[in-house]
């Protein structure tokens, strides 16, 4: 066993793999790594990437080999890879690509499923479940073009992805290109690694391209590499996103930096349902049906022109009837854009059965290192409830015990000190008690956003703090999602329970869109009170994210 | 004394019928006046002859070879010793006679006194050379050859770091076991997310993590109750003391033997494992097993136990690797597993903002230990990774910690500052474990009229831990017996003390020094089992003779000689007991006359040699031993060898009751069942 402790990997028994962020091989291997690898948790010292089987067939399906897989793990191990680790990844590359999906003929409405051996023939033909979407042919088994995405997702759950090769269909043209500048006269370009992401997303044009994920952090753009896939496609496109506000956010996007007519865009949305070249609609009103066992009437969505192109914007948040239509639409080209491929469902492997494999990943460090997204700083800072709070939060059940915590008036000073302390910033305060809000947004004078502020009356707040009008806002927990806030440097958070990963994800990409300077994240927890456990999972989640955490005392 | 002058003295201290029959034998016939130390010498010249030596080297067979390099390999065995490592090869009757051919020959010596076997030195040399060679008795293949294909060897997973997440994970009070011993769903779970492989099912031997947990237990690292193990600091703290290899090697030794009662002799033999298996050497399974019975033989000189067994557990614990042809080979990495540091600069430890602790696999134990108790163990691999929690560190205060001792037992072996919020938590959560206290204690009260007794005693001050009230004290129950002895000195003589219970606390005595004296490394023999001695170049002076021709050449001088029959008889049985080396030594001075054995009718020759050995019981030096030879009911021989106690009269019969060798089961056997008694002497000439 040789040891060479001047190499930067450590691969662990369970797949994971140590990347040692001070040694002097780091970049290289955190490049080698990433194509097969995801990235769990980047602290300051060590990160961690796990091998996974989803990960292997990711990158089986860029043409990465075990041998190499191994290979790259072996240039940068500081120790010999342990044995179970290389026959792991060698099983799981080697199931990548014994079940193909080709075409039959260009205008047949059946695909042919090729099995490269004969007992996994075999076991397919006798699976149960299975049956009704395979008939078994001398060279492997016909698949309705209907079954298409189906059958992908049953392959995958038995282990074995199917590498599609079937073509996809073109749809109807569009033409537009890019403007510079653009309407709003800033000057713009596509940066370089949003080009890449395009182009390693569209393949060379050949089956088996044209499909696919590209992860990029919070406030890299991803709606600039959705662009550019259109751009370059020039085709009719559907673009699915979470929420209103984001559906605005892509029809300005495409109005401010493409050549593209008001008229061309249409949105399709619970107050807004039309349908143009370039259409822009949420999940939500896909998923609406009257009730609960029936159709999805706004499924037609996806029939009702040739799209050449679907975009699912944050695809880790696509509900799961979506998957089910989409499994549906094969033979359109397909783009996922997300930050993260983790699915608090666990439905990683829909995500790569049936919007397609990851095909560019860049992590947020590097970004930052090259100045494209903010670098962040978080400071939680502990308070002491005030004296005549003590006695009823001890006597208090569970619950209340958490609202007086959240709600300790203290809060409010602090955050008053810390707007001060920031006064070039645009500021968002967030909370999760309505009351406390109200409060707050009275005594700091700023407007409030929570989930029953009208549409028009959201968007002209967030249109004043663009323009740097108004340096505060208020939001409620519900409001931070999916909103775009460009300039926002500063969040403050005064209560609210520690979300899930995607959450705290996106709360904190509302502070990470590039800017010239810092940004900082405040999270404001009463002392020895049940907050602090909140507080701690944040604190892990974003130490496990790279951020440097500090904790200090407010001195009442 | 050096082996010769030994050698020579035995030969002295032989009675004179039995020395001047060896130089009878070689010699010839002995004038008088003579002196002893003269016919010594000549001795030696003889046997030193060139030409005499190769001829009693040409006349070493197989079955003697396999008994001289046993006596070499064992280094100066005893009977039982020899037996152990021959007792698959030949029986116990078989390897008795073939050392006394060999002593007849000179070839080996017996110490009466040591009950021990040596070579002859003056044969050594020759021996060495010719026999002894351990690539020729140990025939390895070179690791990576085509017969052996290739092998790949991981450190062995036994060590400090397993150790410390094994105390890291039992730190925690939680019920391990159910009352039936087996461990809970819930642990059972735990246990495998955190240590993966090592939870994998064997049949035999144990599963590894079990494995360690029972070697924890045998190095009372841990105690049982019912349902949990505990760790035990003192016994901790005191194999912490010792160096990296001492450390690996106990583990090694405990997992192996599964005991502590001769763990200062199986450490010898671990010992002996390491340094003198040769590196990069693969063995077949058969081999190997012959090996470690060698090693385990010459370090403790006790039986050895299953040695099967042992080397599958040599290779169960990554000691031992396997070749793909199945092959063992000594795992080339076991000194790594000593490294206590890491390459320059490296930090030993890697805290991360997150509460993570990386604790590298080369940290020694004692400065891991601070670490691992205030972390809890979240994964064991390769890096084991632990995380601080409140009620890690909370327990590592209670286990005696100090806050800032941790903190800064962290900063310095990280080598690095620690995390903002790293250090803020520890000294938020240190502030808190003070603010509330839970004190474990026995209360003592004393009324206002004795109070002073104890507040101002200098010697009681240790043991206070606190003062609860004016009078009323906490003291600390793991010191019981020593305040309670010391407050009876001060005056209390009536402290109520039955009162106290008397189990709780206490340090056993055994774990305040458990590993005195095991750790130090001792080598009281010679383990340079595979010393290095080169291949003889074959010259024309050194080529063997023929051993047929040596004994054709033997016959025909014994024809030669004009001598009575009996006398005759008995120089042929010489020769083919190989006692007769050279046609010199064929003359008809040489014997003696005298009875060796008895059979058929003659139950008074019987009686009679049975009456002389019992007579030989009574003298000092080497005795000698009766081989009696009975019928089953079927007619099939058995052979007894005993050493005779009495003959006793039954009725009309006459039974020798003895002891069988080499069990020394006791045995009563008439001698009218008797078809053959021989008696088995010390040497030929004893």
């Given at each position: 066993m040789v040891v060479d402790t001047r190499k930067p990997l450590i691969v662990q028994g369970d797949s994971t793999v140590l990347l040692d962020v001070h040694d002097a091989g780091y970049e290289s291997a955190r490049a080698e790594i990433a194509p097969f690898s995801e990235l769990e948790k980047s602290p300051e010292h060590m990160h961690t990437y796990r091998i996974t089987p989803l990960s292997l067939w990711n990158a089986a399906s860029t043409g990465l080999s075990a041998d190499a897989v191994i290979e790259t793990l072996e240039t940068f191990s500081r120790y010999p890879i342990p044995e179970n680790v290389s026959f792991y990844i060698?099983?799981?590359?080697?199931?990548?690509?014994?079940?193909?999906?080709?075409?039959?003929?260009?205008?047949?409405?059946?695909?042919?499923?090729?099995?490269?051996?004969?007992?996994?023939?075999?076991?397919?033909?006798?699976?149960?479940?299975?049956?009704?979407?395979?008939?078994?042919?001398?060279?492997?088994?016909?698949?309705?073009?209907?079954?298409?995405?189906?059958?992908?997702?049953?392959?995958?759950?038995?282990?074995?992805?199917?590498?599609?090769?079937?073509?996809?269909?073109?749809?109807?043209?569009?033409?537009?290109?890019?403007?510079?500048?653009?309407?709003?006269?800033?000057?713009?370009?596509?940066?370089?690694?949003?080009?890449?992401?395009?182009?390693?997303?569209?393949?060379?044009?050949?089956?088996?391209?044209?499909?696919?994920?590209?992860?990029?952090?919070?406030?890299?753009?991803?709606?600039?590499?959705?662009?550019?896939?259109?751009?370059?496609?020039?085709?009719?496109?559907?673009?699915?996103?979470?929420?209103?506000?984001?559906?605005?956010?892509?029809?300005?996007?495409?109005?401010?930096?493409?050549?593209?007519?008001?008229?061309?865009?249409?949105?399709y949305t619970g107050d807004n349902k039309s349908i143009r070249p370039i259409t822009v609609g949420t999940y939500q009103i896909l998923v609406w049906r009257s009730k609960k066992d029936g159709e999805y009437p706004h499924f037609r969505l996806f029939r009702e022109r040739g799209w050449g192109l679907i975009i699912y914007d944050e695809v880790h948040l696509l509900p799961a009837p979506v998957f089910r239509a989409t499994a549906e639409l094969q033979a359109v080209r397909r783009l996922g854009l997300t930050a993260t491929l983790v699915r608090e469902d666990g439905r990683e492997d829909d995500v790569f059965s049936l919007v397609g494999p990851k095909r560019y990943d860049v992590p947020w460090k590097?970004?930052?290192?090259?100045?494209?997204?903010?670098?962040?700083?978080?400071?939680?800072?502990?308070?002491?409830?005030?004296?005549?709070?003590?006695?009823?939060?001890?006597?208090?059940?569970?619950?209340?015990?958490?609202?007086?915590?959240?709600?300790?008036?203290?809060?409010?000073?602090?955050?008053?000190?810390?707007?001060?302390?920031?006064?070039?910033?645009?500021?968002?305060?967030?909370?999760?008690?309505?009351?406390?809000?109200?409060?707050?947004?009275?005594?700091l004078d700023a407007p409030i956003i929570t989930g029953k502020t009208p549409n028009p009356e959201r968007e002209r707040i967030y249109g004043d703090f663009k323009k740097g009008l108004i340096r505060v806002i208020v939001v409620s927990k519900v409001a931070n999602f999916a909103i775009d806030l460009p300039d926002a440097s500063v969040a403050i958070q005064i209560s609210g329970t520690f979300g899930s990963r995607q959450e705290e994800a996106q709360r904190l990409g509302r502070i990470l869109r590039p800017k010239k300077k810092n940004s900082y994240f405040y999270s404001i927890v009463s002392r020895y009170t049940t907050e602090e456990i909140f507080g701690a999972n944040r604190q892990k989640f974003l130490t496990e994210q790279g951020y440097k955490y500090h904790i200090e005392l407010w001195n009442t | 004394m050096t082996t010769l002058a030994r050698w020579r003295s035995s030969l002295l201290t032989l009675n004179d019928r039995a020395f001047f029959d060896i130089i009878r034998n070689y010699l010839g016939e002995v004038k008088t006046p003579f002196n002893k130390h003269e016919l010594i010498g000549k001795l030696e010249s003889f046997l030193v002859n060139p030409e005499n030596q190769r001829r009693i080297l040409a006349l070493i067979d197989a079955e003697d070879a396999q008994v001289l390099v046993a006596v070499?390999?064992?280094?100066?065995?005893?009977?039982?010793?020899?037996?152990?490592?021959?007792?698959?090869?030949?029986?116990?009757?078989?390897?008795?006679?073939?050392?006394?051919?060999?002593?007849?020959?000179?070839?080996?010596?017996?110490?009466?006194?040591?009950?021990?076997?040596?070579?002859?030195?003056?044969?050594?040399?020759?021996?060495?050379t010719r026999l002894l060679r351990r690539d020729q008795v140990f025939p390895g293949v070179p690791v990576g050859s085509p017969e052996t294909g290739a092998m790949t060897a991981e450190l062995p997973w036994l060590g400090d770091a397993l150790v410390l997440a094994l105390l890291s994970y039992l730190f925690t009070p939680a019920d391990l076991f159910k009352t039936d011993g087996s461990?809970?769903?819930?642990?059972?779970?735990?246990?495998?997310?955190?240590?993966?492989?090592?939870?994998?099912?064997?049949?035999?031997?144990?599963?590894?993590?079990?494995?360690?947990?029972?070697?924890?237990?045998?190095?009372?690292?841990?105690?049982?109750?019912?349902?949990?193990?505990?760790?035990?600091?003192?016994?901790?703290?005191?194999?912490?003391?010792?160096s990296s290899r001492e450390r690996h090697e106990i583990y090694w030794t405990a997992a192996l033997f599964g005991g502590r009662d001769q763990i200062e002799e199986q450490l010898n033999f671990l010992r002996a494992f390491e340094e003198n298996l040769p590196q990069g050497s693969a063995y077949p399974p058969r081999v190997m097993e012959q090996l470690c019975t060698a090693l385990f033989l010459r370090t403790t000189r006790k039986e050895p136990p299953d040695i099967k067994s042992l080397v599958v557990r040599l290779r169960h614990l990554g000691l031992l690797c396997e070749t793909e042809s199945g092959d063992f080979v000594i795992n080339p990495h076991l000194s790594t597993s000593f490294a206590d540091t890491g390459s320059p600069g490296e930090p030993a430890i890697i805290v991360q903002p997150t509460f993570s602790v990386t604790i590298k696999p080369w940290l020694p134990l004692a400065s891991a230990l601070p670490v691992a108790t205030s972390a809890e163990v979240r994964r064991f691999d390769r890096f084991p990774q632990y995380t601080i929690t409140k009620a890690s560190f909370g327990r590592a205060l209670s286990a005696g910690y100090e806050a800032a001792e941790i903190a800064l037992t962290l900063q310095a072996l990280s080598g690095k500052p620690l995390p903002q919020n790293v250090a803020f938590s520890l000294e938020t959560w240190a502030a808190e474990y003070s603010s509330v206290a839970l004190y474990e204690g026995v209360v003592l009260i004393a009324d206002e009229k004795r109070r002073f007794l104890v507040e101002h005693s200098q010697r009681m001050k240790p043991y206070i831990r606190k003062r609860l009230a004016p009078g009323v004290f906490l003291l600390d129950p793991r010191e019981r017996s020593v305040w309670a002895e010391i407050l009876r000195e001060e005056g209390l003589e009536m402290l109520p003390y039955s009162a106290i219970d008397p189990s709780g606390g206490v340090v056993p005595?055994?774990?305040?020094?458990?590993?005195?004296?095991?750790?130090?490394?001792?080598?009281?023999?010679?383990?340079?089992?595979?010393?290095?001695?080169?291949?003889?170049?074959?010259?024309?002076?050194?080529?063997?003779?023929?051993?047929?021709?040596?004994?054709?050449?033997?016959?025909?001088?014994?024809?030669?000689?004009?001598?009575?029959?009996?006398?005759?008889?008995?120089?042929?049985?010489?020769?083919?007991?190989?006692?007769?080396?050279?046609?010199?030594?064929?003359?008809?001075?040489?014997?003696?006359?005298?009875?060796?054995?008895?059979?058929?009718?003659?139950?008074?020759?019987?009686?009679?040699?049975?009456?002389?050995?019992?007579?030989?019981?009574?003298?000092?030096?080497?005795?000698?031993?009766?081989?009696?030879?009975?019928?089953?009911?079927?007619?099939?021989?058995?052979?007894?060898?005993?050493?005779?106690?009495?003959?006793?009269?039954?009725?009309?019969?006459?039974?020798?009751?003895?002891?069988?060798?080499?069990?020394?089961?006791?045995?009563?056997?008439?001698?009218?069942?008797?078809?053959?008694?021989?008696?088995?002497?010390?040497?030929?000439?004893?």
């Amino acid at each position: 066993m040789v040891v060479d402790t001047r190499k930067p990997l450590i691969v662990q028994g369970d797949s994971t793999v140590l990347l040692d962020v001070h040694d002097a091989g780091y970049e290289s291997a955190r490049a080698e790594i990433a194509p097969f690898s995801e990235l769990e948790k980047s602290p300051e010292h060590m990160h961690t990437y796990r091998i996974t089987p989803l990960s292997l067939w990711n990158a089986a399906s860029t043409g990465l080999s075990a041998d190499a897989v191994i290979e790259t793990l072996e240039t940068f191990s500081r120790y010999p890879i342990p044995e179970n680790v290389s026959f792991y990844i060698r099983d799981a590359i080697a199931r990548y690509g014994k079940v193909k999906l080709t075409a039959v003929d260009e205008n047949d409405s059946t695909l042919l499923l090729t099995v490269d051996d004969d007992s996994l023939r075999a076991e397919l033909e006798a699976n149960k479940r299975l049956t009704k979407y395979l008939l078994p042919h001398a060279e492997g088994f016909l698949v309705r073009l209907f079954d298409r995405g189906t059958i992908k997702q049953e392959l995958i759950r038995l282990g074995y992805p199917v590498q599609d090769e079937a073509p996809l269909a073109d749809g109807e043209r569009l033409d537009f290109g890019f403007r510079n500048p653009s309407l709003s006269g800033v000057s713009f370009s596509v940066r370089d690694y949003q080009r890449e992401a395009a182009a390693a997303f569209l393949g060379n044009s050949r089956p088996g391209t044209g499909f696919g994920t590209v992860v990029l952090p919070c406030g890299a753009g991803k709606t600039i590499v959705g662009m550019t896939v259109m751009e370059l496609l020039k085709t009719n496109v559907l673009i699915l996103t979470t929420n209103v506000a984001a559906v605005h956010q892509w029809r300005d996007e495409l109005l401010d930096k493409t050549s593209l007519p008001p008229e061309a865009i249409g949105e399709y949305t619970g107050d807004n349902k039309s349908i143009r070249p370039i259409t822009v609609g949420t999940y939500q009103i896909l998923v609406w049906r009257s009730k609960k066992d029936g159709e999805y009437p706004h499924f037609r969505l996806f029939r009702e022109r040739g799209w050449g192109l679907i975009i699912y914007d944050e695809v880790h948040l696509l509900p799961a009837p979506v998957f089910r239509a989409t499994a549906e639409l094969q033979a359109v080209r397909r783009l996922g854009l997300t930050a993260t491929l983790v699915r608090e469902d666990g439905r990683e492997d829909d995500v790569f059965s049936l919007v397609g494999p990851k095909r560019y990943d860049v992590p947020w460090k590097e970004l930052e290192a090259k100045g494209w997204i903010a670098e962040a700083n978080c400071y939680e800072i502990r308070v002491d409830l005030p004296e005549e709070l003590k006695i009823p939060y001890a006597v208090a059940g569970k619950r209340q015990k958490f609202r007086i915590a959240s709600e300790n008036p203290v809060k409010l000073e602090i955050a008053r000190q810390i707007i001060e302390n920031h006064p070039e910033d645009a500021i968002l305060v967030i909370g999760q008690y309505l009351d406390q809000l109200y409060d707050i947004a009275k005594e700091l004078d700023a407007p409030i956003i929570t989930g029953k502020t009208p549409n028009p009356e959201r968007e002209r707040i967030y249109g004043d703090f663009k323009k740097g009008l108004i340096r505060v806002i208020v939001v409620s927990k519900v409001a931070n999602f999916a909103i775009d806030l460009p300039d926002a440097s500063v969040a403050i958070q005064i209560s609210g329970t520690f979300g899930s990963r995607q959450e705290e994800a996106q709360r904190l990409g509302r502070i990470l869109r590039p800017k010239k300077k810092n940004s900082y994240f405040y999270s404001i927890v009463s002392r020895y009170t049940t907050e602090e456990i909140f507080g701690a999972n944040r604190q892990k989640f974003l130490t496990e994210q790279g951020y440097k955490y500090h904790i200090e005392l407010w001195n009442t | 004394m050096t082996t010769l002058a030994r050698w020579r003295s035995s030969l002295l201290t032989l009675n004179d019928r039995a020395f001047f029959d060896i130089i009878r034998n070689y010699l010839g016939e002995v004038k008088t006046p003579f002196n002893k130390h003269e016919l010594i010498g000549k001795l030696e010249s003889f046997l030193v002859n060139p030409e005499n030596q190769r001829r009693i080297l040409a006349l070493i067979d197989a079955e003697d070879a396999q008994v001289l390099v046993a006596v070499d390999l064992l280094e100066e065995p005893t009977y039982d010793m020899l037996f152990a490592y021959l007792g698959t090869e030949m029986s116990y009757v078989d390897l008795h006679h073939r050392l006394l051919n060999l002593a007849d020959r000179l070839l080996i010596s017996r110490d009466s006194e040591q009950n021990t076997i040596s070579l002859n030195p003056l044969f050594h040399p020759m021996l060495q050379t010719r026999l002894l060679r351990r690539d020729q008795v140990f025939p390895g293949v070179p690791v990576g050859s085509p017969e052996t294909g290739a092998m790949t060897a991981e450190l062995p997973w036994l060590g400090d770091a397993l150790v410390l997440a094994l105390l890291s994970y039992l730190f925690t009070p939680a019920d391990l076991f159910k009352t039936d011993g087996s461990l809970r769903k819930k642990n059972e779970e735990d246990l495998k997310s955190v240590f993966g492989e090592l939870m994998q099912q064997h049949q035999d031997p144990l599963r590894k993590l079990d494995l360690a947990m029972k070697t924890l237990e045998t190095l009372g690292l841990v105690t049982r109750s019912e349902t949990r193990l505990i760790p035990a600091r003192p016994a901790i703290d005191a194999l912490g003391g010792l160096s990296s290899r001492e450390r690996h090697e106990i583990y090694w030794t405990a997992a192996l033997f599964g005991g502590r009662d001769q763990i200062e002799e199986q450490l010898n033999f671990l010992r002996a494992f390491e340094e003198n298996l040769p590196q990069g050497s693969a063995y077949p399974p058969r081999v190997m097993e012959q090996l470690c019975t060698a090693l385990f033989l010459r370090t403790t000189r006790k039986e050895p136990p299953d040695i099967k067994s042992l080397v599958v557990r040599l290779r169960h614990l990554g000691l031992l690797c396997e070749t793909e042809s199945g092959d063992f080979v000594i795992n080339p990495h076991l000194s790594t597993s000593f490294a206590d540091t890491g390459s320059p600069g490296e930090p030993a430890i890697i805290v991360q903002p997150t509460f993570s602790v990386t604790i590298k696999p080369w940290l020694p134990l004692a400065s891991a230990l601070p670490v691992a108790t205030s972390a809890e163990v979240r994964r064991f691999d390769r890096f084991p990774q632990y995380t601080i929690t409140k009620a890690s560190f909370g327990r590592a205060l209670s286990a005696g910690y100090e806050a800032a001792e941790i903190a800064l037992t962290l900063q310095a072996l990280s080598g690095k500052p620690l995390p903002q919020n790293v250090a803020f938590s520890l000294e938020t959560w240190a502030a808190e474990y003070s603010s509330v206290a839970l004190y474990e204690g026995v209360v003592l009260i004393a009324d206002e009229k004795r109070r002073f007794l104890v507040e101002h005693s200098q010697r009681m001050k240790p043991y206070i831990r606190k003062r609860l009230a004016p009078g009323v004290f906490l003291l600390d129950p793991r010191e019981r017996s020593v305040w309670a002895e010391i407050l009876r000195e001060e005056g209390l003589e009536m402290l109520p003390y039955s009162a106290i219970d008397p189990s709780g606390g206490v340090v056993p005595a055994q774990f305040l020094a458990p590993f005195a004296g095991v750790g130090k490394r001792r080598t009281p023999r010679n383990l340079e089992l595979f010393s290095s001695s080169e291949p003889i170049e074959e010259t024309d002076s050194s080529v063997l003779p023929d051993a047929a021709e040596i004994e054709r050449n033997l016959a025909e001088a014994l024809d030669a000689l004009d001598t009575p029959q009996d006398k005759r008889d008995e120089i042929a049985e010489r020769i083919k007991r190989k006692l007769i080396v050279h046609p010199s030594q064929i003359s008809r001075h040489i014997t003696r006359g005298e009875r060796l054995e008895a059979k058929g009718l003659d139950y008074t020759g019987k009686i009679r040699l049975i009456e002389q050995v019992l007579q030989d019981q009574k003298s000092e030096g080497p005795r000698e031993l009766l081989e009696i030879v009975r019928r089953t009911p079927r007619g099939a021989p058995v052979r007894t060898i005993m050493r005779p106690a009495e003959l006793q009269k039954a009725g009309t019969q006459l039974i020798l009751v003895g002891n069988v060798i080499p069990d020394e089961s006791e045995v009563r056997i008439p001698v009218s069942k008797m078809v053959l008694v021989r008696k088995l002497k010390g040497t030929l000439f004893g």
